[in-house]
């Protein structure tokens, strides 16, 4: 007797058409994924070259421009930058709210950087207002009421005021314990008081000496040596 092979039945030949079927959506929906990533990612290399370029383009530097720096404002400037003086104390009130200040209300003080200096060097004065009493008072503090004078034994050989191009105001308020200090340099340049002549600088070693009068009230005159 020969054995006879069992033919599958409908429902088994059914089943496997619905797999086959269910795969080849599977596979066509991996395809149709895959193209749609691919074209999604063209996209957005191109768009993040665009917004680069235009990054470029916005971020170029722009001039301003600049004086000119040989002119002689500009050399004015420069020389005005080493007689001006730069505050370190902060108003703590607004100066139109307090009294102003009476010059025997106020010490000032000066002296140098340093205790010596060769000629190759600028003198830095450092100057300090004082409130001398319990409370706080207003003052104009500007270059317009600063006056610091350079002098060598009896005779005065320089002045800041000619040198200051352009005096400017500036009201602080003064408090209590609270010095206000700044400071002015020297370029060793010599003058009467009534221009500021770079035409003689001092060159002589020996004892100098400098005194601020800010506000009204002069300082003590302070000693250093040049040599």
Not at 152 to 176: F, H, Q, R, Y
């Amino acid at each position: 007797m020969h054995a006879t092979s069992k033919r599958p039945s409908p429902a088994v030949y059914r089943r496997r058409r619905l797999a086959a079927l269910v795969l080849l959506v599977v596979i066509v929906l991996l395809v149709v994924w895959a193209v749609s990533c691919a074209t999604s990612s063209g996209r957005n290399g191109s768009n993040d070259a665009d917004s680069a370029a235009q990054t470029s383009q916005t971020s170029e530097p722009q001039s301003t421009g600049s004086a000119d720096p040989t002119s002689d404002d500009a050399a004015k400037s420069a020389d005005a930058q080493k007689t001006e003086s730069a505050a370190s104390a902060t108003p703590s009130a607004d100066p139109g709210s307090v009294p102003t200040c009476d010059p025997g209300e106020l010490s000032v003080s000066v002296k140098t950087e340093n205790g010596q200096y060769s000629f190759s060097q600028q003198p830095v004065f450092v100057y300090e207002v004082s409130n001398i009493t319990s409370a706080p008072c207003s003052a104009n503090v500007g270059t317009s009421q600063q006056e610091l004078v350079v002098g060598s034994g009896p005779a005065e050989i320089w002045k800041s005021t000619p040198c200051i191009a352009n005096p400017s105001d500036a009201m602080n308020v003064l408090e209590p314990g609270k010095p206000l200090t700044g400071t002015v340099s020297w370029d060793l340049s010599m003058n009467d008081g009534s221009a500021c002549s770079k035409d003689r600088h001092a060159s002589v070693t020996g004892t100098y000496w400098v005194q601020a009068t800010i506000v009204g009230r002069s300082s003590e005159q302070y000693a250093f040596i040049m040599q």
